[in-house]
Structures are given as C-alpha cells and as structure tokens.
C-alpha cells in the first residue's frame, strides 16, 4: 500500500523510521527582485571549486547584464557571448552571498528557472559565516551536466555521520560520511530520487518549483515541490508571515542528530548561490562523457557560448523564517 506525501511516494513499510520534528517559524527576511542587491554581497573570488569561471563585482554583473531585476523577479546568469581562448580565465558568472547568516531556521526558495547544460555545476547552499572549514556546509540544490535528481548534502568536520538507512525521507541516501575530510570531500548525501524534475531542464521544464530547508539541532530537513504539486504546503508557497513545518509531509532528504551533534557542526551560515563550470566534479573525464555532453568540457565551455543562454538562475522570492 503506498500512500502520496508531499512530493513522489513512500512506501507505508518506511514510515517506521525515526520521527520527524516540525516547528512554527515567524518571517524574518523576505528577498525579492531588487531586495537581492542589498541583500547579497557579489563575490569576485577565484571559484573554491577550481572551475572554469570569473565570478564578477555586481557593477561589473550589471553592465554586462549577468544580473537584472524588476519588482517580483531576480535573474542571475553566466556569458553567454564569448568564445574564451584555450587556458583562458573562464567564462564570467556570478556568486553571492546573503550578508546575513543564520542559525536555527527554515529558508524557503521559489525558483521557476535554474542554470542548465553540458559543463555547468550550479548550487545553493548555506556555508559557515566564518568561514571555518568545520563549520559546517549544507547544499540544499546542486548538480552538473543535467544530470538528476538533485543531490542534498551536508559537509562537516570529523565524527558526524548519518544512518544508511530507517530515515522518514522520500530521498536515498548515497553517502553517510559527512567528514569533509574525507572520500574527497563528497560529504553524506541524500538523491531525491522521487522525482527527476527536481534537478535542470525538467525543472525548468515544469515551471521550476519550491525548494526549502529547516535547520535544528536536532535534524536539518530538506524538501522539494514542483509548480503544480497540488501537495505543496500553501504556507510555504504564498510567503506567509508564519508557517508550520510539522505540516509539510515527509521531507525529501532527512538528516538526523543520530549519529551526529549538528549544534557543534554547523556555525552561523551565509545563502551562497552560484555557477561555476567543469572544475572537479562537472569536468571529471568519467562523469562529463557519461553524461551524454561533448568533447572536452573545458574545450566545450570555451567555444560554445551560445550553449549557455539557458545557463541562468530565476528567483521569485527568497524568504527566511526564525
């Protein structure tokens, strides 16, 4: 017997794994269209994921229109101009950081477009405001090449793990180390394997969607909704001045204090949003050409400027709740 929650199906048998929490949270900051600018610092910083990318000032983003808003919509992109010669310094993008940082909360984005295409590495995800290397990284989006689902993970300092399995989520785990330090920094990360439109062009393909994340102590939860996912909670779509996690259903990936003492691991944390390309994961030989993409990724990226008109991140709203 399988019964519908939130998003995808989960088999009645699972639901005797751990317990899920759920809280009421009041709206804090509500981030839209030009409240980006001021909400957000643009990081001109060599890629930390040693990508094929210049991120850009926001003066230089907004002069070569890599960044715009009106009223309800902010849209932040990759060049889509350019042919770079062979070694050169990377096709210009953008990253940035909210300028406030957060501790227990949940973050809810309504995004109706995310970059797509061979070469790209797109991510969201909250990082340690102190830039400490164990304090802690949550990607809530993030992914190459088109490839689905989604991957949700988190990245810590020593001795934080998650279970295998038994965990009330719609996702599958496919790591359980959370050890930066570890496996090449792959982290401990959870697929959101109930739907493949949660992850480039079949999300931008269904009008994009809901992606929200709640941070405790006790578990960090992460959840996904499509446009029209009648399921989708309407507190969390409409931006409402409260909402109530405890009627969202079964979250896409589920990370419990289990195994883990999140409280220790995970600082004060900063939005980041980017595009970066190739680098170690979107460029790795094996994962570029079993992706479908062609030639080199470096090579592809450099030549083909027009392949990334799609390469964008669209935003409605942004809104955070403590």
């Known amino acids: 017997m399988v019964f519908k ?8 048998s699972s639901l005797a794994g751990s317990v899920l929490g759920g809280a009421t949270y009041t709206l804090k900051d ?38 715009y808003a009106t009223s309800d919509t902010f849209i932040m992109r990759a060049d889509d101009t350019t042919v770079i010669a062979s070694g050169g310094a990377g096709r210009k993008s953008v990253r940035i950081q909210s300028n406030n940082a957060y501790t227990t909360h949940v973050v809810v984005f309504d995004m109706p477009h995310m970059p797509q295409g061979c070469g790209t590495w797109p991510a969201i995800r909250e990082s340690s405001a102190s830039n400490s290397t164990t304090g802690g990284k949550v990607d809530i989006i993030e992914g190459v090449n ?3 689902p989604n991957l949700s993970t988190l990245h810590t300092g020593a001795n934080c793990s998650i279970p295998a399995n038994g965990v009330n989520q719609l996702g599958t785990t496919v790591g359980t180390d959370c050890d930066m330090n570890h496996n ?71 990370f419990p204090n289990t195994d883990c003492d999140l409280a220790t ?58």
């Open 146 to 148: 088109d490839i689905v």
């Open 30 to 67: 509500s981030i839209v269209g030009t409240d980006f600018y001021n909400a957000f610092t643009f990081e001109a910083i060599p890629d930390p994921s040693n990508g094929d990318v210049t991120y850009v000032d926001m003066a230089t983003a907004q002069r070569l229109n890599l960044t």
């Open 5 to 12: 929650l939130a998003t995808g199906f989960i088999a009645l």
């Open 184 to 254: 090449s920094n792959s982290g401990c990360g959870v697929q959101l394997t109930e739907d493949d439109n949660s992850f480039g062009p079949g999300f931008n393909d269904v009008g994009g969607g809901w992606y929200a994340m709640e941070r405790t102590n006790d578990y960090i939860s992460i959840w996904f909704w499509e446009r029209s996912d009648p399921f989708a909670p309407t507190d969390a779509t409409t931006g409402a001045s409260s909402i109530d996690t405890s009627n969202w259903g079964t979250p896409a990936a589920y």
């Open 265 to 322: 691991h995970f600082d004060a944390s900063n939005i980041i949003i980017n595009l970066t390309f190739c680098g170690g994961w979107a460029g790795d030989s094996t994962v570029y050409t079993g992706s479908g993409c062609p030639s080199t990724c470096s090579d592809y990226v450099n030549a083909n400027p027009k392949a990334f008109t799609d390469a964008y991140f669209q935003f409605t709203s942004i809104n955070i709740y403590e």
